[in-house]
């Protein structure tokens, strides 16, 4: 992980290999469709969230491309294993390419660590591709002895642009 | 070429079914934009977006650029944001402010009116045919209509009156602007934007299609389930996005008994559905706050009339229930462009207006878990008709014993598509007047 030495410092090599671990697996899970695996990633009371506007600051009064709870990645989750979805009768795959762990900040009081990495994104579908990139920002936060993700934030450069269906977790 | 017998409406369209052609064939979809798009009234902008003199929103009308301006009077006027002089595009901006509307190429500045204010070296012109002064040489206004907010414009000099073509379906703003307890609206929230695979005609042609809603959305009505099961268990009510998914499970006894009725011009409107009404505590104190604004028996009868969705034909869907907007954009033959808008309503509670949102990212944002198995379908349509013109697609159920004066059906028939082909008819085949 790399970042500021003095905020670096303030965790320890452990607690910096767990969260390099946890995000490595975050991406290479929805790589493989293992979305169980991946939704356990994640903390409980957990946000997916992908603004619609370049440094969007609300999800309440304004709209997004995606702004999902547990129980709404859960319905998610169901609809792309289902097997009943006529949009994804044929095969969806996706492929990341994730940048270095920028340790962004922790917050005192919780010690709720900030890490953001740059990715890449190659979804195929129908004889067709089409690319992401962005910036991923993680809250990723100590439950017992793991860490775990609360939010999961995805700004995409081309985040007010039109777009076609997107199904999967990006 | 379009005297060509190939292209006349007679060729194509039947009461009860049209040929595969009118969704695939790139010549008649550049006729549909002259005769349709620029005749018909297009919805623009709502004026709530440009509050102040100078405030501008550019989008399209039948592909071309506008600009949705205010005056310093007032008034609201829909330009082409065209330069007059070698015809550079003036703005890009979706929306902004200006005191001068300045072309970037050689600096010719107009009035937020269209009127042209300067022109740079105007003697480079004396003695020739272009007269500085005169009119011709402003950005040309639109002709347009302010109803309530809603702000239309038509670019043909011929087409039918504003109040002859809205008409009846009027009914579904009316139901919008009622439903603000100051009793007025305000667009907030944000835009969504889709790309839709298919001809403009197609998405229009779903609206009120009671038969689809159980075989397309399995998928997100199957997901949905399991949720639903849990938040009753554990809470006893069931989250917005959850309900609202739900909403497409409803019987073919209950769609059948959902009422929808066509208007002249191609326009419809479909009552009657369920609409999630998740948050009891939060709709009680909404419904307190019309009751006070606009007094009880007013506040009632306007909740009542309950419009899923009413379309304006050829451009325009509103939900006034939730306060959703969509406006379609024409790409080409077998593209479309729909953006999404939500309306927030004057003096409601923010909890209720926050329920819009919601509605928008459930139901109209990209990652919908209910949107793309209906674009999944407008697209096989598109592959379909794109097969060949020996196919002509039956716009049959529920035709029988149709008399022509029947406005009224349910979303188990399939006369608001005859109603809308009717329309597209009498446009395409107008002559070329202007
Ligand atoms: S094109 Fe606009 S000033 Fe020349
Ligand atoms: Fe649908």
């Not at chain 1, 017992?144 to 934030?153: F, P, S």
């Not at chain 2, 402003?138 to 087409?159: E, I, Q």
């Not at chain 2, 379906?169 to 609206?185: C, F, Q, S, T, Y």
Request: proline share 5%; hydrophobic share 35%.
């Amino acid at each position: 992980m790399q970042g500021d030495p003095q905020l670096l410092a303030q965790l320890d090599d452990a607690a910096r290999e767990k969260i390099q671990w946890l995000l490595d697996r975050e991406t290479e899970y929805l790589d493989q469709g293992r979305y169980p695996e991946w939704l356990a990633l994640y903390a409980a009371d957990c946000t997916y969230w992908v603004p619609a506007v370049p440094g969007q600051v609300d999800a309440v009064d304004h709209v997004s491309l995606f702004f999902e709870d547990r129980a709404l990645m859960e319905m998610r989750i169901a609809r792309l294993t289902g097997g009943d979805a006529h949009s994804l009768e044929l095969p969806l795959r996706v492929s990341h390419v994730t940048g270095p762990a920028l340790l962004a900040g922790i917050d005192s009081e919780t010690g709720e660590v900030q890490v953001t990495r740059r990715f890449q994104a190659t979804e195929y579908q129908d004889r067709r591709t089409r690319d992401f990139a962005g910036l991923f920002t993680y809250y990723v936060t100590p439950v017992n002895d793991a860490w775990r993700i609360r939010t999961k934030r995805v700004d995409l450069v081309d985040c007010d642009g039109p777009f076609e269906p997107l199904q999967v977790f990006i | 070429m379009y005297a060509d017998n190939r292209y006349s409406a007679d060729a194509l369209v039947r009461p009860d079914a049209v040929n595969a052609r009118v969704y695939s064939d790139a010549t008649l979809f550049r006729l549909e934009m002259h005769r349709i798009f620029t005749r018909s009234w297009n919805y623009v902008g709502h004026a709530s977006q440009v509050p102040k003199p100078g405030d501008f929103f550019q989008t399209e009308v039948a592909r071309r650029s506008v600009l949705m301006i205010r005056q310093e009077d007032g008034e609201i006027c829909v330009l082409r944001n065209r330069c007059g002089h070698r015809g550079a595009r003036i703005v890009t901006a979706r929306h902004g402010h200006c005191g001068v509307l300045r072309c970037p190429y050689h600096g010719w500045t107009y009035h937020p009116d269209g009127r042209l204010k300067s022109i740079p070296l105007p003697d480079g012109y004396t003695g020739t045919e272009l007269d500085v002064d005169a009119s011709t040489e402003r950005l040309p206004a639109l002709r347009s209509a302010n109803y309530r907010g809603f702000v239309f414009a038509r670019l043909s000099r011929t087409g039918p009156a504003f109040e002859d073509w809205l008409g009846g379906a009027r009914r579904a703003l009316d139901n919008m602007v009622d439903r603000a307890p100051d009793g007025e609206l305000e667009v907030a929230g944000g835009c969504l934007r889709a790309i839709q695979r298919n001809n403009w005609k197609v998405y229009l042609e779903n609206l009120h299609d009671g038969m689809h809603p159980a075989v397309v959305h399995q998928s997100s009505i199957a997901a949905s389930q399991p949720q639903q099961r849990k938040a009753l268990a554990e809470t006893g009510t069931v989250p917005l996005p959850v309900q609202i998914i739900q909403g497409n499970a409803q019987s073919l006894r209950q769609l059948g008994s959902l009422e929808v009725t066509c208007y002249p011009h191609g326009h419809s409107d479909m009552r009657g559905f369920r609409e999630p009404r998740s948050d009891d505590a939060v709709f009680d104190s909404y419904q307190a706050a019309l009751e006070r604004g606009q007094g009880r028996d007013n506040a009632l009868a306007t909740l009542d009339l309950n419009i899923h969705n009413a379309n304006f034909y050829p451009n325009f869907s509103v939900h006034p229930s939730f306060m959703q907007v969509r406006v379609l954009f024409p790409l080409s033959v077998n593209r479309t462009l729909i953006e999404h808008w939500t309306l927030r309503l004057k003096g409601a509670p923010d909890e209720f207006n926050r329920r819009h949102i919601v509605y928008a990212n459930t139901v109209h944002s990209p990652s919908s878990l209910i949107k793309p198995d209906d674009l999944e379908m407008y697209h096989r349509v598109q592959v379909g008709v794109e097969e060949g013109s020996g196919l002509w697609i039956s716009n049959h159920r529920r035709a029988e014993g149709e008399e022509d004066g029947s406005r009224s059906s349910t979303a188990l028939s399939e006369r608001f598509i005859r109603n809308q082909y009717r329309a597209w008819g009498q446009y395409m085949s107008a002559e070329d007047a202007g």
